[in-house]
């Protein structure tokens, strides 16, 4: 049995780890920066894309990678404040997302492989995770964006709570991942089926290419004679 090449498997990790960084840490940005600037909460419906895409193609373990990638980028960009404050502060804020998004990575894994990527259940996952980060690690909300002007998500907030914002916005990121997946899907099908008349244009040249022997060719022969030599 051949073994497996060590250098190809470290470059191949490597490569799906960077893959990984990419995507999380993508997803991370553009959530600090909903939260930096309030105006632009609406960058947050696209903000879990590159996340989820990730997810939805990684086992258990890089789920957790996954999650642990999202939640430091996300907390040196929105706790860069508190690494010169209180460091001790900042580790235990970095520990606590961690956790939280690492399971929400494993719970949008196990769903997505039994039963399916649902944008619903998806977005109900996230709103016990959303709790805990609220009223117990007091980490203030993620996806709910209080110091926003918008009258949709104060109309929102203020008829469902806070939960509902956080809802709507998990639930908008796995619609659009989904209807993508679907556009995709369509494009690569359509490109790998040929038409009739490409399949009838290839015919010929299969035929030549695949079916033709060797003595089909002629043999290389001198020119005719004149015909005065042969007289």
């Not at 117990?136 to 109309?155: C, K, N, Q, W």
């Not at 040249?205 to 007289?231: C, G, H, M």
């Amino acid at each position: 049995m051949k073994r497996p090449d060590i250098r190809a498997v470290r470059k191949d990790s490597t490569l799906q780890f960077l893959e990984d960084f990419l995507g999380a840490g993508t997803s991370a940005l553009i959530l600090s920066w909903a939260h930096i600037y309030p105006a632009y909460w609406f960058v947050a419906l696209f903000a879990l894309l590159p996340f989820f895409w990730r997810l939805t193609r990684a086992n258990l373990y890089r789920s957790v990678i996954l999650g642990t990638i999202l939640a430091g980028c996300y907390a040196f960009v929105a706790f860069t404040g508190e690494i010169l404050l209180s460091f001790p502060t900042f580790l235990f804020r970095l520990f606590l997302l961690s956790l939280i998004f690492s399971a929400f990575g494993i719970a949008v894994n196990r769903t997505k492989r039994y039963i399916g990527f649902n944008a619903a259940l998806i977005a109900v996952l996230w709103l016990p995770l959303e709790h805990i980060l609220t009223h117990y690690a007091h980490l203030g909300s993620i996806f709910a964006f209080p110091e926003t002007d918008s009258a949709l998500l104060l109309r929102i907030g203020s008829l469902f709570g806070v939960l509902m914002v956080s809802f709507v916005v998990v639930f908008v990121n796995s619609l659009i991942l989904l209807f993508l997946k679907r556009v995709v899907q369509a494009l690569s099908s359509r490109a790998k089926s040929p038409t009739k008349d490409e399949k009838k244009a290839y015919f010929p040249l299969k035929e030549i290419i695949l079916q033709k022997r060797w003595y089909d060719f002629p043999d290389p022969r001198a020119p005719p004679l004149p015909s005065n030599v042969l007289t």
